[in-house]
Every structure is written in structure tokens, then in C-alpha cells.
């Protein structure tokens, strides 16, 4: 299902890695646009999973209004697709009540597909989805991503020889469409207009490192483990991949300890920082801004600021990612 461009492109962004700093400064940048904020985030979709998702308090989500968040159980799957048309019915509405909508959150996906909407690829089919199963499983994943590099050479660089699931999924695009998936995605992957303000905030990476793990000691220490035993079980396989339930259940399972729990998650934490400011150097709408330069009020004033020049077309520099 394709987006509406249009409607997402009057939307402001505000992006960046896990624990830059993205909450401190939502709440007022949305009072001076005016703005009521989308979650950018395909983890606090899930209901009971807050501490580790760093979901907006109930306090915060009073002063300004929040969407696209507590909308799912954690045992159901979540969906790119879904996601951008609930997005879409919520800025429909916000629009009708004469205010901005402004994405908050990380999700690097999220973001590219608010901007460029999705691709058009063909429904799964299960039929084949069975047949290269079967063929991986009697001849090896590695030959499933022989086949793929030799029809898709783009696609088959960017999955690991050994990622079943996603290289099933390519194969199975091809052989139902007739086309590369590479193809197929690179028709519609087309930048939004330069005026759509798309800001990243970043910090030098030793804070940002130091930030996430003070963010998963404190995560532990007020509650994550309350938490995670109150959850249904099993949790959705996307569900799961939210850092520091995986690591949460082992504690619970006494599979490892507190400690090795704790660092596990920062680890996890800190490789899935430097994922997302990959994603952001690559997404060429995406503008940085160093969060650590300013004092909190005078970020808010700056980012306003650019936003609005943004908006205008004026040319506006930016901190490099």
C-alpha cells in the first residue's frame, strides 16, 4: 500500500540514536510548532513495554499529544505497513485540527518510509515461500544466496549469506514479479522535497556510548525485570527484538546473571546506536545537529529556527553524522 506522500512531507522530523537526547527536547520543540508528536518507533507500539522502550511518560504524553503508541499487544507482530497507515490516518487528523505533526524517534526504517514511501512489492506467497525453504534446507542457505547474487547482485550485497529469512524473501519477489527486488525498490525510492526538515540529533559518540549505558543500569534498576515477568509470553518476534527483554528473560531464567545481563544490553544498545547513524549518513534528507553543543533551550530555539528556514528553502548547514 503506498503512502501519500504528500501528507507526510508536511510533517517535521526529529531523529537520532537511542538515548542522544530526542525526549528532552520533544516536549517544547512541539510547543513552539505547535505540534502534536507521532512516535517514530516501531517498539512503543507494544502495551507493558515501557521502561525498556523509553516509552513518554503518562506526564509527558498530558502536556502534548502523542500517537502511535501502546497500540499493539506485544505478542502481535508489527508491520511497516500498518505503521505508515495508522501514520497517515494521524496526520489526516492532525492536519483537520490545524496542527503540525512532528516525528519523534529512530527507527531508521520508519523514517525512510515516511519520506519515500513504500515500495510496491508483490504479496508473500506461501507456496513459494515453502519451495525455497525446502531447497534451503536440502541444498544450504549459502546456494539460496548464490541464486540471489547471480539475478540480484544488489540485493544479494546488502544480506548476509546466511539471513534465511531475507534472502527467501528476495527470491520469492523474483519469482513471482519477474524483476530484481533492487529494481523494484529503486523505482519508488525517490528523496522528499529539501523542504521537509528531516534533523538528526547527535553527540559526541563517547557521551552517547556513556548516555546508553547509564540509560540500561537505570533501565535494571527501576524495573525492567517487573516488567518483563509481567509481559504474555511468548513476545512477537519483533517484539523481542526491543533491547533488554531478550537479555530481561534470560535474568528471569536464570540463564545468566544481573551483570552479564546489564552489560549484554549495553553492548546491544550501543551497536544498534551506530546501526541507526549509519542509516542516517546514508538517508541523504536527514540533516545532524549536535545536541551537546547548546544548553537545552537554546537547542530548542536553534532546531526551531533551522526547521523554519527548512520549511522556507533557505540553505542551512548542518553538523556532519
Partial sequence: MPNNKAVFHQAVYLTGPTAVGKSE???LLAERLNAEIIALDAMTL?????????????ADQALVKHHLIDTLSPQTPSCLNTYIQSAQD???????????????????LYLKACLRGLSELPETNEQVR?????????LGVTTLHEQLALIDPESASKIASTDLRRIVRALEIYKISGEPPSSLRNRHDQLAPSTVPVI???????????????RVETMFATGLLEEATALPR???????????YAEAFDLLDSKITLAQAIEKTQIRTRHY?????????????????????????????LLFQQIRAIQSGQEVSSDPI
Fill in 25 to 27: 527536547v520533544s516536549l
Fill in 46 to 58: 507494544y502495551q507493558g513495554m515501557d521502561i525498556g522502550t523509553a516509552k513518554p511518560s503518562k
Fill in 90 to 108: 494521524v496526520l489526516n487528523n492532525i492536519a483537520r485540527r490545524g496542527k503540525t505533526a512532528l516525528f519523534i524517534g529512530g527507527a531508521p
Fill in 130 to 138: 515453502l519451495e525455497l525453504t525446502a531447497q534451503a534446507e536440502a
Fill in 200 to 214: 538528526a540529533l547527535i553527540r559526541d559518540r563517547q557521551s552517547l556510548y556513556d548516555r546508553i549505558n547509564k
Fill in 234 to 244: 511468548p513476545l512477537s518476534h519483533t517484539a523481542l527484538q526491543a533491547v533488554g
Fill in 273 to 301: 546506536a551506530k546501526h541507526q547513524l549509519t542509516w542516517y549518513r546514508n538517508l541523504s534528507e536527514t540533516r545532524g545537529f549536535r545536541i551537546d553543543k547548546h544548553p537545552l533551550e537554546e537547542q530548542v530555539n
